[in-house]
């Protein structure tokens, strides 16, 4: 229930169009139906607390408009036995408390968010500073990564996962020593063996998350160097076993990877990267996600 209720908050639009469709039904219960039944009264402040939720972003004087038609209705259409300005005034001031006690508490949800986020980034930045070659890999994946999505249209739940779980993808590096994340010289077949188990310990690490456990950031963290064909690693996923939200990462990964210098080779230009994601959809990447990657760049 408690993941159901935080998946809502990251989505207000499903709120902005319960008020507009739970105002109508109000509406038409005691209008059109002329149901004058002063039970339904709960209705209205239903419709007044998504009003805050779905538009916390908006003005005072917005929330106050749309709280006063609310409030209108529920006086004109549901009369009580004392009706008169008192009780309008009581209305008015009990739904409008209503509607800016909403519209505060998702602005501190929201705000909460954010903090995640900007904490979350700068855990990845601390991270990728151990090495002067990697520095902003990760805010890098993660901006090319949402772009991805964004392109594909999916949910911006969804999104905000890929965020955060392209911003942490790497942190299994924290248990990989700094002499074989810096050397400038072939790694040994013991060290790359190494290096390979860093998302295994990235997983280990943040397993405990229970937030992290069906939003994909596992996923990204766990499977990110999975192969389309089956060659990749920790455990050798073929095509779409490998999760969505891992394959969208392992291109955004790749690409700033690439284009950016590091100590055992300069960096490549765009086009060569563009040309060697090309070359290798279908069996290093997913096909169909390669194609909308490239996209991005035909403007």
Request: charged letters at 20%; hydrophobic letters at 45%.
């Given at each position: 229930m408690?993941?159901?209720i935080?998946?809502s908050?990251k989505?207000p639009y499903?709120?902005?169009?319960?008020f507009i469709?739970?105002?109508?039904?109000?509406?038409?219960?005691?209008?059109?139906?002329l149901?004058?039944?002063?039970n339904f009264?709960?209705?209205y402040?239903f419709?007044?607390?998504?009003?805050g939720i779905?538009f916390?972003h908006k003005?005072?004087f917005?929330?106050?408009?749309f709280?006063?038609l609310?409030?209108?209705s529920?006086?004109f259409?549901?009369?009580?036995?004392?009706?008169?300005v008192?009780?309008?005034?009581i209305?008015s001031?009990t739904?409008?408390?209503?509607t800016?006690?909403?519209?505060?508490?998702?602005?501190?949800?929201?705000?909460?968010?954010?903090?995640y986020?900007?904490?979350?980034?700068?855990?990845?930045n601390a991270?990728?500073?151990?090495?002067?070659y990697?520095?902003h890999?990760s805010e890098n994946?993660?901006?090319?990564?949402?772009k991805?999505?964004?392109?594909m249209n999916?949910?911006?739940?969804?999104?905000?996962?890929?965020r955060?779980?392209?911003?942490?993808?790497?942190?299994?590096k924290?248990?990989?020593?700094e002499n074989?994340?810096t050397?400038?010289?072939?790694?040994t077949?013991?060290e790359y063996?190494?290096?390979k188990?860093?998302?295994?310990?990235g997983?280990?690490m943040i397993?405990?998350v229970?937030?992290f456990?069906?939003s994909?950031?596992?996923?990204?963290?766990?499977?990110?160097?999975?192969?389309?064909?089956?060659r990749?690693y920790p455990n050798?996923?073929?095509?779409?076993?490998?999760p969505?939200v891992?394959?969208i990462?392992?291109i955004?990964d790749?690409?700033?990877?690439?284009t950016?210098?590091?100590?055992y080779r300069?960096?490549f230009?765009?086009?060569?990267?563009?040309a060697e994601?090309?070359?290798?959809?279908?069996?290093?990447f997913d096909p169909?996600?390669?194609?909308i990657?490239l996209?991005t760049?035909?403007?």
């Amino acid at each position: 229930m408690s993941n159901l209720i935080s998946s809502s908050l990251k989505q207000p639009y499903l709120f902005r169009y319960g008020f507009i469709i739970l105002f109508f039904i109000s509406t038409v219960l005691n209008y059109i139906l002329l149901l004058n039944n002063s039970n339904f009264f709960i209705l209205y402040i239903f419709t007044v607390i998504l009003l805050g939720i779905g538009f916390y972003h908006k003005s005072i004087f917005f929330l106050a408009f749309f709280t006063m038609l609310v409030v209108l209705s529920r006086f004109f259409l549901i009369p009580d036995l004392d009706t008169n300005v008192i009780t309008l005034l009581i209305y008015s001031l009990t739904y409008l408390l209503i509607t800016f006690i909403s519209a505060s508490l998702m602005r501190y949800a929201q705000k909460v968010k954010h903090s995640y986020i900007e904490l979350t980034s700068a855990l990845a930045n601390a991270l990728d500073s151990r090495d002067a070659y990697t520095w902003h890999h990760s805010e890098n994946v993660s901006k090319y990564s949402l772009k991805i999505a964004k392109k594909m249209n999916l949910p911006n739940d969804i999104c905000d996962n890929i965020r955060v779980g392209s911003l942490l993808h790497d942190i299994g590096k924290i248990g990989i020593p700094e002499n074989i994340l810096t050397k400038p010289g072939k790694l040994t077949v013991e060290e790359y063996d190494l290096i390979k188990s860093h998302p295994k310990i990235g997983y280990d690490m943040i397993k405990h998350v229970s937030s992290f456990h069906k939003s994909g950031v596992l996923d990204i963290v766990l499977y990110h160097h999975e192969r389309f064909d089956g060659r990749g690693y920790p455990n050798g996923l073929v095509g779409h076993d490998i999760p969505l939200v891992a394959r969208i990462v392992a291109i955004a990964d790749t690409f700033d990877a690439m284009t950016s210098k590091r100590i055992y080779r300069k960096d490549f230009d765009i086009n060569h990267t563009l040309a060697e994601i090309q070359k290798n959809k279908g069996t290093q990447f997913d096909p169909e996600i390669v194609e909308i990657f490239l996209s991005t760049f035909k403007n």
